[in-house]
């Protein structure tokens, strides 16, 4: 979901709208003030020769809403998002972009804490599953899980490589009652049924080192 509202932009190079604040000698916005944008967007804050810079609220005409800095008309500093779908962002924004660290809550009650880079989970993070309690702790590149990382569940955990999100390459299992077990996820090409476009579907096998008493539970 974007974080610009649609016309903000535009309006601002066409209408400024109406304006109550201070302004400097140039007659520019200049200090506190509150605007009201010809698409219905409100900004109330700080304005620096003309432009938000410090710090402001904003608010869109679809619900959403930011509280945080601003610099040269972007979020840039910290803030928090507000969607009108219910999810939130606070952290660090760069040039209007998600960028450092910050937290995401999801509208179904996830949330991931860790680095974005450019409005993707990158770096390193924590990724919770509301519902399940599990966790994914690791490296994100390009708002996947990636390289290492390690999914943490009720009883057991699975430590290893992973690539687009899967499980892929050498890893471990450790589970609660003490047992450990070694080996490697490999990708499978499978068939499809008759008719469907793709010929083929990829997917992971778990394939042990050692024989172990239980089989490890799905990802």
Known sequence: MSDVGSEELDNERTNLGEYEGDRNEAGERHGAG????????????????GKRSGQGTYY???GARYVGDYHQNMKHG????????????????????????????????D??????????????????????????????VNGNMELAGEFIHS??????????NKPCGPGK?????????HGQYHSTEQERAE??????????????????SGQPPSL
């Open 34 to 49: 509150r605007a009201v944008l010809p698409n219905g967007d409100i900004y109330q804050g700080q304005y620096e020769n």
């Open 155 to 164: 009883n057991f955990r699975y430590k290893g490589s992973f690539v687009k």
């Open 195 to 212: 008719g469907e476009e793709d010929d083929t579907v990829s997917s992971t096998v778990w394939i042990p080192a050692r024989d172990s």
């Open 78 to 109: 910290q803030g928090i998002f507000y969607y009108p779908d219910g999810s939130k962002y606070e952290g660090s924004w760069v040039e209007d972009l998600k960028q450092g660290h910050g937290i995401y809550t999801y509208p179904n009650g």
């Open 60 to 62: 869109f005409k679809n």
């Open 111 to 140: 949330t991931y804490d860790g680095d974005w880079e450019r409005n993707l989970r990158n770096g390193q993070g924590t990724y919770h599953y509301h519902e399940t309690g599990s966790k994914y702790k690791g490296s994100w």
């Open 173 to 181: 299992y450790m589970f609660d009652i003490g047992c450990v077990q």
